[in-house]
Nanobody, 121 residues
Framework: QVQLVESGGGLVQAGGSLRLSCAASGSIFSIGAMGWYLQAPGKQRELVATITRGGTTNYADSVKGRFTISRDNAKNTVYLQMNSLKPEDTAVYYC???????????????WGQGTQVTVSS
């Protein structure tokens, strides 16, 4: 089995910063792309940022210049540094990873349980 465990969410004032982490563990053979999505109350889940194993990144327009995604392949961990936070960034943030396990010969998406980020004005 594979688990993705997130940490780093919380309450912060507008203009502040938070760093989210997501560590994958279990019967992992290889990890491809990793990334973060958010889901605000009453809205659909939407992309925040992704990063390939080689380090190529992609960001939603709403976070460009404020958020930075990175990963440590040796630790099977992806990070999201969030700066200049705005109240509209308030949401549950979910990490995901494309993982090939030791028993399944193809990449499958796995998701974390979500971490709440609340930005007060």
């Amino acid at each position: 089995q594979v688990q993705l465990v997130e940490s780093g969410g919380g309450l912060v004032q507008a203009g502040g910063s938070l760093r989210l982490s997501c560590a994958a563990s279990g019967s992992i053979f290889s990890i491809g792309a990793m990334g973060w999505y958010l889901q605000a109350p009453g809205k659909q889940r939407e992309l925040v940022a992704t990063i390939t194993r080689g380090g190529t990144t992609n960001y939603a327009d709403s976070v460009k210049g404020r958020f930075t995604i990175s990963r440590d392949n040796a630790k099977n961990t992806v990070y999201l540094q969030m700066n200049s936070l705005k109240p509209e960034d308030t949401a549950v943030y979910y990490c995901y990873a494309d993982i090939r396990t030791l028993t399944v010969g193809r990449f499958v998406d796995y998701w974390g349980q979500g971490t709440q980020v609340t930005v007060s004005s």
